[in-house]
């Protein structure tokens, strides 16, 4: 065979259709994350705003080189450091009593002490601006009448005040991470340590924190990264004390200006993703090579520590910690919702007004149908999407493997004021016959490059625990790559496939950052529905949706529970 044909039979036996799929698969990963961080540095450097002809320059970094940008930094990292020492040693100290002590009831403790996690954190900041107003917040009112003072005992509006908040959901977040290392732990070098005459103290600081020493470093590093990305903190307690960390000025270089200064914004984002590489690549290099693991192995059972009375205390604290991140937000919305005026709460004051309000409100109606087509439809494609990934990076040995396993995990470095900015350039660039600016598919692109991580690493868990004879017997007997990904793989990891679909829905409704960037008149969802409330003032409608998006975690986390049961249950 002569002349081109013979060229097409090479090029075919060359490239395999597994090789056009897995460079697809690159090509839309990188859309997700190479596209947006490309286009980042794109508009660090341009001068005008997206889709408008201008010049390159270093002005935005020019401009971001100030002693007020050097106080916002410092506001920054003091701020996620003062949040993640705290947090941390609560969340040991929340995993010890349900781990390795026999508190009372320990199981339905874990339960509560995880809710924080998946509440959306907007609802819990405008919950505590209500509950910690100096002037009229809820608990304010009960210490002047409880004492017949005109005190003030708490203002959330204070560096107090955000670090107070984060470490609310911060919290549960490292306890996830910690429990499940006490219960893995051996207890058989604890033993000794007790055997060779060290006291309680003495083994839980010498042994069993080292044991935990990489998983506590890792926590902690994860936990101070969360806090340089957090937003909705910052923006409700910081900003009306004049306190501004780097995401609040990002947002508010570009909505409160009288002219948005998109290439500072953009400096200054790509700025804090270098500081965000740096982070990441000091934690690589301080647990390369370090097993997150501890002791363990067959036959045994971790010891539980017989507290005797002082078990009541620690079921109480447990109990505690609950009442002040879940009961006291909620509550304050329940309340709210009920009387005319925030902070005026007087029986002539109760009203049903906000109900009929928010219910009679076309646009809080569009926007909770936006959440949720964008929370199922969103979290079903990061899933699947995350499913093949996960598959391609665990279950395989395919050119071009590696590159995809690192493109999936790129956004988890971006936070997602930074990710809302790289993409509003990225959209705003697009081609014309492209429109995806200002869509409801901007959101939807988003929210699938945010939530990739955590579906790969759900994923890749599941898959690493199913034997490779099931995929080539069904490879064996004629079914395509698809049919055994999702027959038998998918199948078989279905528990896992859907806790993770609840937590990448959570994770999208509580989105506020990205959200808020690339919204338009439309596509608005009830993240900065509520936002756009509050900066009204109208905090009693803002307590209505609230108790209903409060309504929806708890249906979802009861979901995921029962999910995470019948998996152990098949197990």
Known sequence: MQG?????????????????????????????????????????????????????????????????????????????????????????????????????????????????????????????????????????????????????????YSYFGIIWHMIQYSTPFLFLFIVDIFRAMDPALEESSRMCGASRWRTFRSVTLMLMLPALTNSFILSFIRGIESFESPLFFGTPAKITVITTEIYNSINHRATPDYQYATALSFAILALMFLLVIWQWRMLRGRSFSTVTGKGYSPSVMKLGPWKWVTFGFCILFFFITVVLPIGQLAIGSFFRFFGFYTADMLTLEHYSAVFSNSEIWRAFGNTMFLGLAGATATMALGAIVAYISVRTKWRGRRVIDALAWLPWMMPGMVLGIGFLWAFAMLPGPIPIYGTIWALMLAYIALGTPVSVRVMSSAYAQLSFDLEECSRVHGATF?????????????????????????????????????????????????????????????????????????????????????????L
């Open 4 to 156: 081109p044909g013979r060229w097409k039979l090479a090029l075919a036996g060359w490239v395999t259709g597994r090789d056009v799929a897995v460079a697809a698969l690159i090509l839309l990963l990188s859309f997700l994350a190479v596209y947006p961080l490309s286009m980042l540095l794109y508009g660090s450097l341009h001068s005008t705003p997206p889709g408008m002809a201008g010049e390159f320059n270093l002005n935005g970094y020019r401009s971001i080189m100030t002693a007020e940008n050097a106080v916002v930094l410092l506001n920054t990292v003091g701020i996620s450091l003062g949040k993640t020492i705290p947090a941390l040693l609560m969340a040991v100290l929340l995993a010890w009593i349900v781990a390795r002590t026999d508190t009372p009831w320990r199981d339905k403790l874990e339960v509560l002490i995880t809710l924080p996690f998946f509440v959306p954190p907007i609802l819990t900041a405008m919950a505590w601006g209500m509950l910690g107003n100096p002037q009229v917040g809820l608990i304010n009112q009960v210490w002047r009448w409880a004492t017949g003072t005109d005190g003030t005992i708490i203002n959330v």
């Open 482 to 570: 698809f049919q055994t990904l999702w027959r038998i793989l998918v199948a078989l990891a279905w528990p896992s496939f859907a806790v993770g679909w609840v937590l990448t829905f959570f994770g999208i409704m509580r989105e506020l950052s990205a959200s808020i960037l690339l919204y338009s008149v439309g596509s608005e969802v009830l993240s900065v529905v509520l936002l756009r409330l509050w900066s009204n003032g109208q905090a009693e409608q803002v307590s209505v949706i609230g108790l209903f998006m409060m309504l929806l975690v708890i249906v979802f986390r009861w979901v995921q529970l029962r999910l995470i049961k019948s998996r152990i249950s098949t």
